[in-house]
């Protein structure tokens, strides 16, 4: 098993510019998650979705936008950077919110520079 | 409004120097409390889930502890290779149930 595989691991952006982040999970998850971290303010949660077809916002979900199309994919994506927008991405995903073992998985992450 | 606090922000040991990282927490209703190691350029990696006051889990030198309001993770002897951010999340009865995570922890242990 993969586990939860992130592309692209880097990648430089200039203001203005779009871009999607791909997560995809090999374990019938049912919860996908995007964070972002960045240095002092921990892992903090964008968007999330709870099954094929559904998304929801998070903490900070302004400038993102996300699809989760299949069940082991979940898209993140920037529809004009912004020099705020430099992060290092994260995405996990887990078992249903009430399943006993429900601990999250993370992927290796994506480190976004935008100039 | 949920908050998980983590203290210290930053730790450094000695090797074979114990210490306990704390997580302290203000929630509605707790279902689970998590922990999570992250080295430097990775992903967070799952350690433990406490779920009921009094419940105690262990891993090599790590031990997990859960009271009605703080989780303390004590490491005894730390080694180097124990150096790494600990995080720890919490996940509230009802509505999402997504986790929250705190700030996190810096641990560096010195040879």
């Known amino acids: 098993n993969a586990g939860v595989t992130q592309t692209p691991k880097f990648r430089v952006l200039k203001t203005g510019q779009s871009m999607t982040l791909l997560c995809a999970q090999d374990?019938?998850?049912?919860?996908m998650y995007w964070y972002r971290q960045d240095p002092g303010m921990g892992l903090r949660l964008i968007h999330y979705?709870?099954?094929?077809?559904?998304?929801a916002k998070g903490e900070v979900p302004d400038g993102y936008n996300v699809s989760r199309l299949k069940k082991q994919n979940f898209l993140l994506g920037l529809e004009s950077a912004a020099p705020s927008q430099t992060s290092v991405y994260f995405c996990?995903?887990?078992?249903?919110?009430?399943?006993?073992?429900?601990?999250?998985?993370f992927g290796p992450g994506t480190r976004l520079t935008v100039l | 409004e949920d908050q998980v606090t983590q203290s210290p922000e930053a730790l450094r040991l000695q090797e074979g120097e114990s210490s306990s990282l704390n997580c302290s927490y203000t929630v509605s209703g707790l279902r689970g409390l998590f922990w999570y190691r992250q080295d430097p350029g990775k992903g967070p990696e799952f350690l433990f889930t406490?779920?009921?006051a009094g419940e105690e889990k262990e891993k090599e030198r790590l031990k997990a502890t859960l009271t009605k309001k703080e989780s303390f993770l004590h490491i005894t002897a730390p080694k180097p290779e124990d150096s790494a951010t600990y995080l720890c999340a919490v996940q509230v009865i009802g509505g999402s149930y997504i986790p929250t995570f705190g700030r996190g922890t810096s641990l560096i242990v010195h040879p």
């Open positions: 979705s709870v099954g094929e077809g559904t998304t």
């Open positions: 406490l779920y009921s």
């Open positions: 374990m019938n998850h049912e919860y």
């Open positions: 996990a995903s887990s078992h249903q919110g009430l399943a006993t073992y429900n601990e999250q998985f």
